[in-house]
C-alpha cells in the first residue's frame, strides 16, 4: 500500500461525499460509505486515506507566505503587539483554536481565557499551511484572491489558553476539551487537529464577527437583508487589529506645476 502525502481539505471532500451518499442510501453504515467513497476516488480504503493524511500534514511546509501576508504579520507584532502572558501561552502552555460557532461554549467555562490579540502569532503557523492546501486543491487560482481567502477562512478561528489548573499534565487537559478544535498549541509546537471539519469560508461575515457587535448595533442588522447585514459586519471587520492591516487605505498624492501645461486647442 503506497502513502503519499494528501491535504486535509482533500480528505475532507471524501468525507462529505460519503455523507451524501448514506443520505440517499440509509442501508449504508458510516465505514462503509467512507470505504465506498474512498474507492471511487483511487484509494484502497478509508484507513488508507487517513494515513496518506497524515503523511501530509508531516510534510514540511512548502508553500512559504506570500510577500503581503509576511508584511501584515510583521506590522501587527509593532502596532498590536501581544502582552506577555498571551505571548507566554504560545510559547509554553496549550491554547486551542476553535470555529467561531464553538466559541460561545468556551466562554463561560472555567478555565479558558481567550486570546484574541495573540493572532499573529497563529496565523505564522495557520497561513502558511492553508495557502499550501489551496495550492494543491486550486494551483491556478489567482494569487491575491488565494491571499484574501486564507485570511478569511483565518477570521473564523477564534482562539483560547486552556489553564492547566485541574490537569496533571498539558495531555490529560487536551484530552478534557469536549468542542471541535481545528487547531492547538502545545508548549510551543503548532498542530492541525482533524477531529471536526472545519466549516471556514461557508461561513458569512455576520457569523465571523458577531462575537464583536454590539447589541444595539445588532438589534438592527439582524432585521436587514442578508447583502445589506454583511456590508454592516464589514464595518465591524475593519475595526479589528487584521482587518486595519488588511484595508489600508490607499492615497496618492499628485503634484504638477503650471510648466506642465500644455495649450489646448479648440475648433
Known sequence: MEIFPITY???QKIEREAK???????????QD??????????????????LCRERGQQEP???PMTRRMQSILTEAQTRFPAVEA???AFAKGLVIAVDVADAEQLGAVPGYREVSDGWYIAAADVW???????????????DSLRD????????????????ASGHQSLKSALESITVPMQWCWVGGSARRVTREPWVGQARSRLDRFRHLIDAVSMSFIVKEEPQIADSSAFMFEKQTPLGQLRYQSISVAVRSSWGDARRVSVG
Do not use: I
Open 9 to 11: 481539505t482533500r480528505a
Open 20 to 30: 451524501s451518499h448514506r443520505k440517499s442510501d440509509p442501508s449504508l453504515g458510516v
Open 33 to 50: 460509505s467512507l470505504n465506498l467513497v474512498a474507492r471511487e476516488h483511487g484509494f484502497l480504503h478509508w484507513h488508507h486515506v487517513c
Open 61 to 63: 511546509k512548502a508553500q
Open 86 to 88: 498571551t505571548v507566554e
Open 128 to 142: 502558511p499551511a492553508v495557502l499550501q492546501g489551496r495550492y494543491a486543491e486550486l494551483p491556478n487560482e489567482d
Open 148 to 163: 484574501l481567502k486564507v485570511m478569511d477562512d483565518f477570521t473564523c478561528l477564534r482562539f483560547f489558553h486552556v489553564l
